[in-house]
């Protein structure tokens, strides 16, 4: 028999979002390994394996994306639920939680850790709830915006760097041969900046830091009001889990560069309040 209590579901819901972090980062990897092997194949080192090489890295690739979905579902209904214990009280049953409990990802997760998730002093409640998903928008805000800034000066300095090689091969290459092997390398690099999506992860990065933000300042009009409905507080919440679970990974290592800095500042912002 499983022992829910002996775990700390907020530690396997971290699990379960580092193992999708981590399965998608290594399929943009294999993403990358398709271009690169698409160069070396000009060369006749490599040339009879190329095509079986860049067969195995996209299905490598595809399949690490599923798995990564999957994950990130789980863990996104996890949070869904912890969140709504943190905020109404509402308890998650050991029916709920056995299952993902034993097919946890990470056994070191499972260890008995506890922390504060939420700064909000309030009992559960309509308050504590509104802080609480205030609070989560607040950080996606700031998180997403920066990520998406990162994709935007990768994006740009791909651009520069792709229509500045373009440029000076069409100065200084006069051979034939050469400069047919430049233009397969820019198809090739093209191709890659679509694989990677950096244009539609730049766009998703901003939506979900402008949809974050406005659901932030909704939530800031409404605790400035002194009648505040429990359904208000809920559909909120939902509203923003809605556009939490659409939106992209955010990596763990700029939640760690960051976290410092929102922590202190969001207490600050409290305090002011």
């Not at 939902?238 to 939490?244: A, G, K, M, P, T």
Request: aromatic content about 12%.
């Amino acid at each position: 028999m499983v022992d829910t209590k002996q775990y700390d579901i907020r530690a396997i819901c971290r699990a379960y979002f580092e193992i999708a972090k981590e399965r998608y980062s290594v399929a943009l990897l294999a993403k990358l390994l398709v271009f690169i092997v698409g160069i070396l194949s000009l060369f006749p080192i490599i040339y009879e394996y190329s095509r079986l090489i860049t067969f195995f890295l996209v299905i490598t690739s595809e399949f690490l994306s599923y798995l990564s979905d999957k994950n990130k579902v789980i863990a996104e209904t996890l949070l869904r639920k912890l969140d709504a214990q943190d905020s109404f009280g509402w308890s998650i049953s050991n029916a709920e939680i056995s299952d993902i409990i034993v097919n946890c990802p990470s056994k070191s997760e499972k260890l008995n850790f506890k922390d504060t998730y939420f700064a909000s002093k309030e009992g559960v409640g309509t308050k504590r709830a509104l802080e609480n998903v205030q609070e989560s928008a607040w950080w996606s805000k700031h998180l997403a915006k920066r990520m998406g800034h990162f994709y935007l000066i990768g994006t740009v300095l791909f651009v520069v760097i792709w229509l500045g090689v373009v440029f000076v091969g069409i100065k200084t290459i006069h051979n034939t041969n050469n400069l047919s092997a430049l233009l397969n390398i820019l198809v090739l690099a093209l191709m890659l900046l679509f694989s990677l999506s950096l244009l539609r992860s730049m766009d998703s990065y901003y939506k979900f830091s402008n949809a974050a933000e406005k659901i932030e300042k909704t939530i800031q009009q409404l605790l400035g009001t002194e009648d505040i409905h429990e359904y208000d507080a809920i559909k909120i919440m939902f509203e923003y889990q809605l556009v939490r679970n659409s939106a992209p990974l955010l990596p763990s290592w700029l939640w760690k560069s960051m976290r410092d800095n929102l922590n202190e500042t969001w207490q600050q912002y409290r305090t002011a309040k």
